[in-house]
């Protein structure tokens, strides 16, 4: 009985010409070959930027997590760039510097307090909670201290401008610099999360667990429904 050829390795399907270029260049034109599909998916979140773009105002928020989504899973290779900078320049969206802020607030930044504060204010506010929390605190810390209502130093950062947040940043930094810094927020976090994690070992799924700023220290605040609370306990007999 006949058997069927067995197809040809991916890069011998790809035209020599359209291999050229390096390893970028392959890698290029290995993606456009291979998945149609994520090039019209790419294509569909390079038009939201520009819509975005367009449009402005609280849009901010949805380009850069488009922006996010091409930079992350790296669809710019579909569209024929070998860097995600390149696409940018090439397909005239924004600057680098503009990609790099909005993907900042996006990861780090709930989509509420960003919109309410627009994109300069939203972004200084970004690098004064990183400069309360400390160089080892990740996105998802970021995330949890800004959670609720965004203040800073007792005030709605809503009533801050820009230069005054960046103020409150640079005091920050010299309390941290001449050793009187807040306890580390970077550490409280960590607690936090590794208790939310005993408690749903434990059987509390629906405990919430977070770290708060709360003069003269960091405390971490617990909170529980009924179902958990009664799974807590059980567990603490």
Known sequence: MPTRPTPAPLARRIPAAARGGGAAGGLVAESQAAAPALRREAEALVQRVLDCRRRAGADFFEMGRALLELRRRKLYLALGHPTFAAMLEERRLVSVSLATRLMAIVRAIPREAAVQLGPERAFEWLLTLRTQAGPEA????????AGGEPVLAGRPVAELTKRQIAELRRRIL????AGRADPDAAEAHRLARSLAQRLRRLGADDAEVSARYGRPRWRIRLDL???????LLRALD
Do not use: F, K, Q, Y
């Open 138 to 145: 990740d996105d998802e810390a970021i995330r949890e201290l």
């Open 174 to 177: 010299a309390r941290r610099l």
């Open 225 to 231: 429904g009924l179902p958990a609370a009664a799974a």
